[in-house]
């Protein structure tokens, strides 16, 4: 049964599109963090193995909140790493280094990334597609990505 919440079909599968291409970011960022987690090496391995696991937990329940907000909408997750892999903005391939410094530039990036993409959907899923429920929902993902991001960048000075 289609959800009855005064948003058109057009518009929940618009907005649907959009959260599939997040989600992809979000899972394939999980599974970047960790990566670093286990590999990451250097004389503060122990402070920053601790640090990529309270990260990768974050990230995980951000996975299930986007992916429970695309079922809100009335329709399915992607949810195969083949599916990820196809719409994910982001790439796994790391170019940086397996040191703490490597590992955060590189976590830094993808989080910023992913600010940016939610910033640039924002306004057309509020006003174009009439969805304030995913737009209040996507505004407090990106105070979440943009705190992890602050830490992360502090981490470079
Ligand atoms: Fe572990």
Do not use: C
Request: hydrophobic fraction near 40%; glycine fraction near 4%.
């Amino acid at each position: 049964m289609n959800p009855n919440i005064g948003i058109t079909d057009k518009n929940r599968k618009a907005v649907a599109a959009t959260l599939n291409l997040l989600l992809a970011d979000e899972y394939v960022l999980y599974t970047k963090t960790r990566n670093a987690h286990w590999n990451i090496e250097g004389p503060d391995f122990h402070s920053v193995h601790l640090y990529f696991e309270k990260l990768y937990e974050e990230l995980d329940e951000i996975v299930d909140s986007v992916a429970e907000r695309i079922r809100k909408l009335g329709h399915y997750a992607p949810a195969t790493l083949k599916e990820f892999l196809e719409l994910t903005h982001l790439t796994e391939k790391l170019s940086e280094k397996n040191d703490s410094q490597g590992f955060i530039k590189e976590l830094l990036a993808d989080h910023e990334a992913i600010i940016v993409f939610i910033r640039e959907n924002l306004d057309a899923i509020n006003d174009a597609h009439k969805d304030a429920g995913t737009a209040d929902f996507l505004t407090g993902l990106i105070e979440d990505h943009e705190e992890i991001a602050w830490m992360l960048r502090s981490h470079l000075k």
